[in-house]
């Protein structure tokens, strides 16, 4: 059978692992622990953003770069606890797309906007490093998702051009990376719902990976 493509890359948090919801849990933690409201919205607008873009968008809703600050290290400390203390779960049908990818011998790749000792330590904790020679974080390119430098990275540590690597993304702005960097993106989408216009510029939006899967295996 011949392929419409060469390799697939792998977002990490909401697509492989189900950490947005600590995530999620992590800045209502640090707003109760300074005793300040954060708003669900502000909380789903940094789905997917890495942890600079995050403080920015927190400084920018609050107008106090003093605040966010201590929010997001607060965030953080609570975030990193709970993946030290608590059980990583991984998203259903993700090891069925490893395992079959790992079975047809098709490259593969982690490109994630998460700093390299929290990438290393997911992947582990969660057994997927085995799965995976190649990966890159975010504090590993110059811009992280929105900009498509981790998705170009991993193509190029890959040596296969962009235009033959499919993405498997479940937030918009990973989606964005994955489609600038010119790459045909698989949405699968975890806590937000995509817009008439991420759909648009998506291969396929699936409900599931199994339905993510069934399609890899019809390209």
């Known amino acids: 059978m011949i392929r419409s493509f060469d ?88 090891e069925a797309v490893l395992d079959w990818l790992s079975e047809q011998d098709i490259p593969r790749a982690v490109a994630t906007s998460t700093q390299r000792l929290m990438c290393d330590l997911k ?3 969660t057994g997927l490093a085995r799965y995976f020679d190649i990966s890159v974080a975010g504090d590993e390119v110059p811009h992280t998702k929105p900009a498509p430098d981790v998705y170009l990275a991993a193509a190029a540590r890959l040596d296969i051009a962009p235009e033959r690597c499919i993405v498997l993304e479940d937030s918009p702005y990973g989606l964005l990376a994955g489609h600038t960097a010119g790459m045909r993106v698989i949405l699968v989408p975890d806590l937000i719902k995509p817009s008439p216009e991420d759909n648009a510029k998506a291969l396929a939006t699936c409900d599931t990976l199994h339905d993510a899967l069934n399609l890899l295996k019809s390209l």
């Open 7 to 94: 390799a697939v890359l792998f977002d990490m948090d909401g697509l492989m692992i189900d950490t947005e919801s600590v995530s999620a849990s992590s800045w209502r933690l640090a707003g109760e622990s300074l005793d300040i409201q954060i708003p669900e919205e502000l909380i789903h607008s940094m789905v997917g953003l890495s942890v600079s873009r995050s403080l920015e968008r927190v400084i920018e809703h609050y107008g106090d770069r003093t605040l966010g600050q201590a929010l997001s290290e607060a965030c953080r400390h609570h975030y990193r606890r709970q993946l030290a203390e608590d059980d990583i779960p991984l998203k259903s049908g993700i």
């Open 123 to 125: 992947l582990q904790r």
